[in-house]
Every structure is written in C-alpha cells, then in structure tokens.
C-alpha cells in the first residue's frame, strides 16, 4: 500500500524555524518526484517546493525567498522540508505528494499524505 507520512509539524513562534518530515512507505522514492505543498484555511492548495529523482529542486512563490529548504535521503525513503524565520503567515497544513515529475499544479500528483499542522504564534 503506497502510503506518505509527514511529521514535524507543532507550534512555533515567529522567527522560529521546523523541519517537515515525509516518509515513504509501499513504493521507494528514488523513482518519484516528491513535492510539498501548503493550504491554509479558506485558502487554495498552493505549491512550494518540488525535488526530482536527480536531487533538482524547484522552488515556487515569493514566499520562499531562501526560507525554505528541500532534501531527499533515499536511503530512508524520506524527504525533509527545513524551514526558518517563519511567519504567522506561514500557518497551514503541509502536506507531501508524489509523482513522476514536478508539477504546480496540485492536481496533477499522484500520491498525498495526510498533512501535518503548522502553527506561528506568539
């Protein structure tokens, strides 16, 4: 059963910095695109990052501005989104998604774990 698992997720204050975690299981990463994604309440769906098999990241949205980092370890099936100096704005859930290439638009993975919670508060 393919399955992706995202961890790391919690409440942080501004400023602060998370690592995201998504965990393979059923399928091996090496042959898939793995992207994540953010959504924020009454919000879209919308794109951030994005590594392929060759370890090519892309990056999406002003947003980003060197924030966020994205990494793969295939070795544990399991791809990482670092990011620091994050901003209330930044509150949403986070999820990860599978595919045989990068895509911005959401609807076009073929995988997505259930998501974890991202909160920036005082």
């Known amino acids: 059963q393919v399955q992706l698992v995202e961890s790391g997720g919690g409440l942080v204050k501004p400023g602060g910095s998370l690592r995201l975690s998504c965990a393979a299981s059923?399928?091996?990463?090496?042959?898939?695109?793995i992207g994540w994604f953010r959504q924020a309440p009454g919000k879209e769906r919308e794109g951030i990052s994005c590594?392929?098999?060759?370890?090519?990241?892309?990056y999406y949205g002003d947003f980003v501005k060197g924030r966020f980092h994205i990494s793969r370890d295939n070795a544990k099936n399991t791809v990482y989104l670092q990011m620091s100096s994050l901003k209330p704005e930044d509150t949403a859930v986070y999820h990860c998604?599978?595919?045989?290439?990068?895509?911005?638009?959401?609807?076009?993975?073929?995988?997505w774990g259930q998501g974890t919670q991202v909160t920036v508060s005082s």
């Open positions: 998604a599978a595919a045989r290439g990068c895509y911005s638009d959401h609807r076009s993975w073929d995988y």
């Open positions: 059923g399928f091996t990463l090496d042959y898939y695109t």
């Open positions: 590594i392929d098999s060759s370890d090519i990241s892309t």
